[in-house]
């Protein structure tokens, strides 16, 4: 029980010490050292997460309550279970690799930098921990505010262009979230997560007017969430706000921020409500015209960055389309893939930002045959692009297994087709990506090339090595999952 | 008591349409402000006097002062929204639009007699608002704490001038 | 009729909601689009408030309303901020500017 409190106050209280020491350091002092000051929040908390899911496997529990009294009454309430310890996991990995990129595509503005994404981490942290619908909502808007001023902060033309589609789509999808909460206070008196629930069971039953509250309430919070996960038709914002932030900032962004700030509330609301009919299949529809239309776009990009961003809208598909069974198999088969897309996502990002180090560009006509004087880069493309398109033994041919399993199992075998042959689309473009970039006869230009050096490729090889063993030890983390009674 | 709410619930409106259509960015700001004061009457008269006051101070006064000072600070004239924005052939529509919109609204409230359920009489409150708001919310407000904090941080962040 | 007053609270709400989204979408002016987000936040304020009349949880509301408020003035703030520095790049408040992203 410890350990997992330990945890809590950890991954809260370390981003907040850093951004208190580098707010108080003189400037010269801040601008040098404040990168590497942030390498602690990620570095804690990985370790703290890491060392609560041993101590979960101990205690063969995998539910937690952890209340701090202040001033005498329960006050503040955080819930840990599994899932929850593997999305924090996940956060520490994907900010450890965008501080490792930051260290070499920030120039200037680190203490800004280091501070905001201070922020970020504990506003996508709070959303995991909390128990309570609205404080939900007020950590999902200060992970949307930190991502808007991320992305302009070294303003670009064209990053605060991406930046202000960004803000727009965001303040949409904030409206529809906050209206759909209060519809379901209006139903339930409350907005924590245990009298909603207990409330979710009571509501299958009332008359009408009831019922068509809650359904407005329902398509407003699901269309909320899929604008801030990217997913079609509301995934307009996501090309142009990867494209044009700094690469750290697009590896935080498709790495972990879609992901918390919308396949959470997925997750979240799909808890409670999931047995309204109709929500299934509006989650299994929304997710399958993604991973096409997101296949089908990245096929027709020539820039790099973009062709990933595309194929971060396909990827959050699958993952929709885990979640629409409402099994624990396809619950666990999307978090999997949380943690997959997590690692190779952030892997393709880094191999752009040290392409771009390097060439100078990000436009893949104008590349090729790099695999010859940068064989790192290359070799972990190819490990990432083989994890994406679900290629044994890489760890993404698991989770996209358990997804189409989970699909089977339930009956939704339409969809596991569509699943199935989309995976033919992820290859596609990842394949021309590849040979266009990597393979193929080296351009005269390039013949002084040089492999990327310092932390973006360390960052490379820890993701690689994350990726391939991830997904050689899988069946042995299946058997976690059966030990402490999930599966 | 219901004839003043209907009456600051039109009012409301209009400002807000007079917001989105007026052509000087001024007086959109000052709708706006219209408009705020309306809410806060509304929720000072729906029993939230809390809310009320603090929509009145920080919306109508605060928000209204940070778009002033936006408008002065890019020297937005009088005569540019309708002009080279084209902002009343715009947002032309908008009566339009909203009525056909309350119009289909009324329409299915009739058809399916859609009722909210009757106001509940304030439930005997164990907690009164102090202890609610400090007490049962308190991640609530180390929320806010971190939302102002990164507010701190975006003003210093987008505001500085080039070195 | 009872609780024909609440009713009415809804409709206009969501009216105002509508007004709101048109003026974001359909605005060439980036300060206008604030104020379309703020009309639409009333709405919304607007919303909670009112669930908490019926509930009989008007304290509860009113702590869900001032964390709303707060986050609204922050992300009016981060807006203009955004649009302060458009238009020391290109003159104009213009969002015809924002064309250079495509595909």
Redo the contacts between chains.
């Keep these: 029980m410890q350990v997992i409190e330990y945890t809590t106050l950890l991954v809260f209280a370390v981003p907040l010490v850093i951004l208190l020491i580098n707010i108080l350091l003189p400037r010269q002092l801040a601008e040098k050292s404040s990168i590497g000051l942030a390498y602690l929040a990620p570095l804690v908390q990985i370790v703290a997460t890491a060392a609560g899911l041993v101590q979960i496997a101990q205690l063969k529990q995998h539910e937690f309550a952890i209340s701090w009294n202040l001033a005498g009454a329960v006050s503040v309430r955080f819930a840990v279970n599994v899932f929850s310890l593997v999305l924090l996991f996940c956060i520490g990995m994907v900010t450890l690799a965008a501080i490792m990129v930051a260290n070499r595509t920030v120039p200037q503005k680190r203490a800004g930098f280091a501070g905001l994404l201070m922020m970020l981490i504990v506003g996508m942290n709070g959303m995991v921990l909390v128990t309570d619908l609205?404080s939900l909502y007020?950590f999902l808007?200060i992970v949307?505010?930190s991502s808007?001023?991320l992305i302009?902060m070294f303003?670009s033309?064209?990053g605060?262009?991406?930046?202000?589609?960004y803000?727009?789509m965001s303040?949409?999808a904030?409206?529809m979230i906050?209206?759909g909460?209060?519809?379901v206070?209006?139903q339930t008196?409350?907005?924590q997560y245990d009298q909603v629930g207990a409330a979710g069971g009571a509501l299958v039953g009332p008359g009408a007017p009831h019922l068509a509250l809650m359904y407005t309430a329902m398509a407003l919070m699901i269309a909320g969430f899929a604008i801030k996960t990217g997913a079609v038709p509301f995934h307009s914002w996501l090309?142009?706000a990867h494209?044009?932030a700094n690469t750290a900032v697009s590896v935080l962004l498709s790495g972990i921020v879609i992901k918390i700030a919308g396949i959470y509330g997925f997750i979240v609301i799909t808890n409670f409500f999931g047995r309204l009919p109709g929500i299934d299949l509006t989650l299994a529809l929304i997710g399958t015209v993604s991973i096409v239309v997101g296949a089908l776009?990245a096929l027709?990009?020539s820039h790099f960055k973009?062709i990933v961003a595309y194929s971060s809208v396909s990827q959050m598909g699958y993952i929709l389309l885990g979640l629409s069974t409402g099994s624990v198999l396809g619950l666990l088969g999307a978090v999997a893939h949380v943690f997959n897309h997590a690692t190779f996502k952030s892997t393709l990002f880094t191999n752009a930002a040290a392409v771009h180090e390097q060439t100078g560009t990000y436009d893949i006509n104008e590349l090729g045959g790099l695999e010859k004087k940068m064989p790192v880069t290359s070799f972990s493309s190819l490990a990432a692009f083989m994890s994406t398109a679900g290629i044994p033994p890489f760890a993404g041919f698991w989770s996209k297994l358990l997804i189409i399993m989970a699909l089977w199992n339930s009956g939704d075998w339409v969809f596991a087709a569509i699943a199935l042959i989309a995976s033919i689309f992820t290859a596609a473009y990842f394949l021309r990506l590849q040979r266009k970039v990597f393979f193929g006869k080296l351009l005269d230009k390039f013949a002084q090339l040089t492999e990327i050096g310092g932390s973006v490729k360390w960052a490379q090889i820890m993701l690689t090595v994350v990726t391939i063993a991830a997904g050689l030890l899988f069946p042995f983390a299946l058997r976690y999952f059966g030990g402490i009674g999930i599966l | 008591m219901?004839a003043v709410?209907?009456i600051c619930?039109?009012l409301?409106?209009i400002f807000?349409?007079l917001?989105?259509m007026l052509r000087s960015?001024l007086k959109?700001?000052i709708a706006?402000a219209g408009?705020?004061a309306m809410?806060a009457i509304?929720?000072y008269l729906?029993?939230?006097?809390?809310?009320g006051i603090?929509?009145l101070s920080?919306?109508a006064g605060?928000?209204t002062v940070?778009?002033i000072s936006?408008?002065s600070?890019?020297n937005?004239d009088k005569e540019d929204?309708p002009r080279?924005?084209?902002?009343a052939k715009?947002?032309a529509a908008?009566p339009a639009?909203?009525i056909i919109?309350?119009v289909i609204?009324?329409l299915i409230?009739a058809k399916t007699s859609?009722?909210?359920?009757?106001?509940?009489?304030?439930?005997e409150?164990a907690?009164?608002?102090r202890e609610?708001?400090w007490n049962?919310?308190q991640v609530?407000i180390w929320?806010?704490v971190i939302?102002?904090l990164?507010?701190a941080l975006?003003?210093v962040a987008?505001?500085k001038e080039r070195e | 009729?009872?609780?024909y007053?609440?009713?009415?609270?809804?409709?206009?709400g969501?009216?105002?909601?509508?007004?709101?989204?048109?003026?974001?979408i359909?605005?060439?002016?980036?300060?206008?689009?604030?104020?379309?987000?703020?009309?639409?936040?009333?709405a919304?304020?607007?919303?909670?408030?009112?669930?908490?009349?019926?509930?009989?949880?008007?304290?509860?509301?009113?702590?869900?309303?001032?964390?709303?408020?707060?986050?609204?003035?922050?992300?009016?703030?981060?807006?203009?901020?955004?649009?302060?520095?458009?238009?020391r790049?290109y003159g104009?408040?213009?969002i015809r500017n924002?064309r250079?992203?495509k595909?």
């Design positions: 609205f007020v808007e949307g505010i808007f001023v302009a303003k033309d064209t605060l262009e991406g930046a202000f589609k803000l727009v303040v949409l904030s409206i906050l209206t909460l209060a519809f206070f209006m008196g409350s907005l090309p142009d494209q044009s776009f027709r990009q973009r | 219901e709410i209907y619930l039109g409301m409106l807000g349409i917001a989105v960015l959109s700001a706006l408009a705020s809410l509304i929720m729906l029993g939230s006097v809390w809310a603090f929509e920080v919306c605060l928000i940070v778009f936006a408008i600070l890019s937005t929204l080279l924005y084209e902002d715009r947002m908008l639009v909203l919109c309350g609204l009324i409230v859609f009722m909210l359920p009757a106001a509940v009489p304030a439930v409150m907690d009164t608002f609610i708001f049962q919310r609530d929320g806010q939302v102002v990164t507010g975006t003003v987008l505001f | 009729m009872e609780a007053m609440e009713t009415v609270i809804l409709i206009v969501f009216l105002l909601i509508v007004a709101g989204c048109y003026c974001l359909r605005t060439y002016h980036l300060l206008k689009v604030i104020i379309g987000v703020e009309v639409a936040m009333k919304v304020t607007m919303f909670v408030i009112l669930a908490g009349f019926i509930n009989g949880k008007a304290p509860l509301a009113q702590a869900f309303v001032i964390t709303v408020i707060v986050i609204e003035v922050v992300v009016a703030v981060v807006a203009v901020g955004l649009a302060l520095n458009l238009y790049l104009n408040m213009d924002l250079k992203l595909g």
